[in-house]
């Protein structure tokens, strides 16, 4: 272990550093943000502006802009205009008023009849002229006002769709006509035009912007908007976006230096802390830290005196050096009654365990009793509640005779039968655990291979016994006989291991019943 990399004043150096370099972050974050937030401030006032102005225009232009809208939306499909098309707008118009003349000589558009009464030609004329003028509007507007796009959107027949009905962004016709796309409609989800949808829900220019990404066509870009509204109708939206990385790394630029200049009054603030601590604390923990460690190693109770003598004036390392010193005297006192008791321990625990094991064990047979069935019950149960174990079952033995062959040769030639017959059972199902649970009965749970072949050592049992009852040099009480009962755990047809029990006690029974029937035949 490095002791430097381990001391207390390295550590704390780390310390101070830490908090030097997270209070430059905080600082550099904090003038971030506030001269970003000042920054979308200023934005937002121009692009208000540009909003105001440009709205102000359509507004007065009124029921001819409403009628131009509505009939380019309506033919934006046959309307054919070059992609390179001058925003001249002088021929159009001239072109536009030659044809009212002509159709409608002494009349005046939108006083003696309405725009939407135009025979097609002449409004066709009329649309292109007022896209021309427009789209010539908006860019002027966006020179002027020092923002990168400008664009004036209203919402389509599809949910989330805007038609662009003036569009800073040319897109060409793909048949290869070198005709533009006019009034496109696009997709706006939600989630990225927040602040579009709600100038345009709320009919009010929202606080904030949306900011897009690289994905669109001008990059990284604060958005705003400004709802267009005439005769008390809303009509659309217009947007304005302005490029927002280069200054970002202006601002960036000075957080950092500000940040940087506050971290390095703070450091040499924190260098002279340190400086301060290790003269008049650090070096006396140390001293305190080395003392301790010799009691630690020689466990030599001398030490006590060797602390209390450091200890020149009153404050918190000196209280701490008193209570350490105090501390190792009782810690002496404490860890000699600790191994006494230890001892006296380990001497109980043994002795318990010898009890647990004795308590659970058939004095006759040796092998496990009633209670340590019990046990075991508990925890086939556990785990069938906590794993889904079903994996067993239980074979029930009785062994046949007892009662005559202590009555006839005496109970020690009983007990010679109870063993013999736990003896073959153990034997036989050597994989399970056998349990003696009465005088004269035995229970068997079936696990892992007995459980899978069950069948077969059932069958061997049964055989071994009857070779038994056929040798004629045996003894009666040597001459074993037993009934045997079995069953495997059955799901939806068992609820506990009580039910497989019963099942097989009755099974054992059935066989009892069918031996003795075979000896009076």
């Known amino acids: 272990m490095n002791k430097k990399t381990d001391s207390l004043l390295f550590k704390l150096s780390i310390l101070f550093v830490f908090f030097t370099i997270l209070i430059m972050g905080i600082t550099g974050f904090l003038t971030y943000r506030e001269q970003t937030r000042n920054y979308e401030n200023e934005c937002q006032e121009r692009i208000q502006n540009v909003g105001r102005y440009l709205s102000s225009l359509m507004e007065a232009d009124g029921e001819e802009f409403i009628a131009f809208q509505n009939y380019l939306i309506r033919h934006r499909d046959e309307l054919s205009l070059p992609v390179d098309f001058s925003i001249d707008y002088r021929e159009a118009k001239n072109q536009m008023i030659s044809m009212l003349a002509e159709h409608y000589p002494g009349r005046t558009v939108g006083v003696d009849f309405s725009y939407e009464e135009l025979e097609p030609e002449t409004a066709r004329s009329f649309a292109l002229y007022n896209y021309i003028y427009w789209t010539g509007i908006f860019e002027k507007a966006r020179e002027e006002f020092g923002v990168i796009y400008t664009y004036y959107i209203t919402p389509s027949e599809k949910p989330l769709h805007m038609y662009y009905v003036i569009d800073g962004v040319r897109t060409e016709k793909e048949d290869g006509s070198g005709d533009i796309i006019l009034c496109i409609d696009v997709e706006e989800p939600l989630e990225k035009h927040e602040k579009m949808w709600e100038a345009w829900n709320t009919g009010i220019a929202p606080n904030g912007y949306d900011v897009y990404g690289d994905e669109y066509e001008y990059g990284n870009t604060y958005a705003y908007y400004t709802p267009l509204t005439i005769h008390g109708k809303k009509i659309g939206v217009i947007g304005a976006e302005i490029e927002i990385e280069k200054v970002n790394r202006r601002i960036l630029k000075n957080s950092v230096r500000l940040g940087s200049e506050i971290g390095l009054i703070i450091f040499l603030s924190s260098m002279i802390l340190l400086i301060f601590i290790n003269h008049y604390y650090l070096r006396k923990l140390r001293s305190l830290q080395q003392n301790v ?65 004795q308590a659970e064990r058939d004095a006759l047979t040796g092998i496990r009793n009633r209670l340590a ?7 086939i149960e556990y785990r069938m509640n906590t794993e889904g174990f079903t994996a067993f079952g239980i074979a029930m033995i009785d062994l046949n005779f007892l009662k005559r062959i202590n009555d006839n040769y005496g109970h020690d030639k009983g007990n010679f039968a109870i063993k013999r017959i ?11 655990p056998v349990f003696r649970i009465g005088g004269d009965e035995f229970v068997v749970i079936l696990e892992n291979e007995d459980y899978i072949h069950a ?5 061997q049992f049964r055989r071994t016994l009857q070779d038994i009852s056929l040798d004629k040099s045996l003894s009666p009480w040597e001459q074993v006989s037993a009934a045997i009962g079995w069953t495997r755990f059955t799901p939806g047809q068992d609820e506990d291991i009580q039910s497989v029990f019963k099942r097989a006690d009755s099974l054992m029974y059935e066989n009892k019943t069918a031996m003795k029937a075979a000896r009076t035949d």
């Open 293 to 357: 460690g010799i009691y630690a190693e020689t466990k030599d109770v001398t030490i006590a005196k060797l602390i209390t003598k450091d200890i020149r004036h009153r404050n918190e390392i000196t209280a701490l050096s008193s209570q350490i010193a105090a501390m190792i005297l009782e810690l002496d006192t404490h860890m000699k009654n600790l191994i006494a008791a230890r001892t006296e321990l380990n001497v109980t625990r043994e002795q318990m365990q010898m009890l647990g094991l």
């Open 373 to 379: 069935y019990d046990n075991e019950v508990n925890r």
């Open 422 to 432: 736990c003896e073959i059972t153990c034997r036989t199902f050597s994989h399970s």
């Open 455 to 459: 069948e077969n050592l059932v069958e």
